[in-house]
C-alpha cells in the first residue's frame, strides 16, 4: 500500500491551500486516515484525521479553519485548510492505519508535502 500526497505550497496569510493523499494497492482497509504536520525545531502532531466509524477529529489549533473529507472508502482524503496562518507553516504528512491480510493492520506515511504562509 501506497499514500500519495499532492497539493500544498506557498500562500499569504488569510488564504487558502488544499493537500490531497491517495492511497493505492491490492485490497486493503483503511481503518484511520488522517493529516500530521510538522515544524521546523518542533514535534510532528495530529491535524485532523478520519476515524473508523467516519467521526472526524481536528486539532484545537485548526478547528473552524480546516476540512478533512473523504470518499466512502476513505481512499482518497482531503484536507482543505482556509483562513491560513504563518504559523500553519509546516510539511504535512497523510498518515492511514491500514488492514492488509498479509500484514494486519500497521501505519503508512506518505511523502511530506511543504505548506508556507507568508505573514
Known amino acids: 500500500v501506497q499514500l500519495q500526497a499532492s497539493g500544498g505550497g506557498l500562500v499569504q496569510a488569510g488564504g487558502s491551500l488544499r493537500v490531497s493523499c491517495a492511497a493505492s494497492g491490492s485490497t486493503f482497509v483503511i481503518n484511520n486516515i488522517g493529516w500530521y504536520r510538522q515544524a521546523p525545531g518542533k514535534q510532528r502532531e495530529l491535524v485532523a484525521s478520519i476515524v473508523s466509524g467516519g467521526g472526524h477529529r481536528y486539532a484545537d489549533s485548526v478547528k473552524g479553519r480546516f476540512t478533512i473529507s473523504s470518499d466512502n472508502a476513505k481512499n482518497n482524503v482531503q484536507l482543505q485548510m482556509d483562513s491560513l496562518k504563518p504559523e500553519d507553516t509546516a510539511v504535512y504528512y497523510c498518515?492511514?492505519?491500514?488492514?492488509?491480510?498479509?500484514?494486519?493492520?500497521?501505519?503508512?506515511w506518505g511523502q511530506g508535502t511543504q505548506v508556507t504562509v507568508s505573514s
Open positions: 498518515n492511514a492505519n491500514i488492514w492488509t491480510a498479509s500484514k494486519g493492520s500497521i501505519d503508512y
